[in-house]
């Protein structure tokens, strides 16, 4: 099962988050939160000050900062953690094919709330309708207390798919998913 991390949990809630400091992990560390989860679940880990350390939002902000982790002061750079093994493969707004990536144990982080927070899409309830329009995703959402999202939420934000290198064994893998 994925770890589940707050950015607002006091380990990491007041580092600021990428270069600019304008912003904090806690207000603004969703994306970065919702990588963390998804690191932390295939136990890859960070070199940060020499060390080695395992993927938390607080570390990942930190390895970010110092591996062209953000675009614009705090904006994620999505080729980023190429260099973990996670492979960035492309957006997508097709609940049909978030599903089928997630079978095919890549990892997906969904744009919702109106475009303005991630999440980590951890499986999905397959819909009857055209397009699976009344699916259900699950997830590991990093600053409200829910596990899921509908589709018509998730298909407003372009969800990102990462393919992690075959090298790399995660803990979680299809799971939730129901049919």
Not at 69 to 81: A, L, M, R, V, Y
């Amino acid at each position: 099962m994925y770890p589940l991390f707050k950015q607002c949990d006091p380990a990491w809630g007041d580092n600021p988050l990428g270069v600019s400091g304008d912003r904090t992990v806690c207000q603004s560390g969703c994306l970065v939160s919702s990588v963390a989860m998804a690191l932390n679940d295939c136990s890859i880990m960070l070199p940060v000050n020499e060390e080695e350390l395992a993927a938390n939002p607080g570390t990942l902000n930190s390895w970010l900062k110092v591996n062209n982790g953000f675009e614009d002061g705090f904006g994620f750079n999505w080729t980023s953690i190429d260099t973990l093994g996670f492979v960035w493969e492309k957006f997508s707004q097709n609940a049909t094919e978030l599903q089928e990536a997630h079978d095919m144990d890549k990892k997906i982080f969904l744009h919702v709330r109106n475009l303005d927070h991630y999440v980590l899409m951890t499986g999905y309830s397959k819909g009857s309708l055209p397009n699976n329009l009344d699916s259900v995703f699950f997830v590991n959402d990093p600053n409200h207390d829910v596990n899921y999202y509908t589709a018509t939420e998730v298909i407003k934000g372009e969800a990102s798919i990462y393919t992690v290198n075959e090298t790399i064994t995660c803990h979680t893998n299809t799971t939730r998913t129901l049919y």
